[in-house]
């Protein structure tokens, strides 16, 4: 498994989207979290966007798995950067494989 950064971009032509499908997103979250899938996640404080930290075994099957969370798949992301992160020091870095 891998590890990878997702960083979700929000647009203030999305808020709408946001805010009908966070409740929704945030239960998705929490489901993936619970499989270790999703190991930290959360808002960026400006509100522009959100970082979320993903195990997974590549990137295409990341990209599969994100576009099921309500967030995304309700409009609520404008953007999305997905890149792969090696954390060596640190809680996370016992994820790595």
């Given at each position: 498994m891998s590890i990878f950064a997702?960083?979700?971009?929000?647009?203030?032509?999305?808020?709408d989207g946001r805010v009908e499908h966070r409740p929704a997103h945030r239960q998705w979250l929490a489901g993936q979290a619970e499989a270790e899938v999703v190991l930290a996640s959360g808002p960026y404080?400006?509100?522009a966007g959100a970082l979320l930290i993903f195990r997974a075994a590549d990137e295409a099957s990341l990209r599969e798995l994100v576009a099921q969370d309500p967030m995304c798949s309700g409009g609520g992301v404008t953007?999305?950067?997905i890149s792969a992160w090696n954390p060596v020091i640190g809680?996370?870095?016992?994820y790595v494989a």
């Amino acid at each position: 498994m891998s590890i990878f950064a997702v960083e979700y971009v929000y647009g203030p032509e999305a808020e709408d989207g946001r805010v009908e499908h966070r409740p929704a997103h945030r239960q998705w979250l929490a489901g993936q979290a619970e499989a270790e899938v999703v190991l930290a996640s959360g808002p960026y404080v400006d509100g522009a966007g959100a970082l979320l930290i993903f195990r997974a075994a590549d990137e295409a099957s990341l990209r599969e798995l994100v576009a099921q969370d309500p967030m995304c798949s309700g409009g609520g992301v404008t953007g999305l950067k997905i890149s792969a992160w090696n954390p060596v020091i640190g809680q996370l870095s016992g994820y790595v494989a």
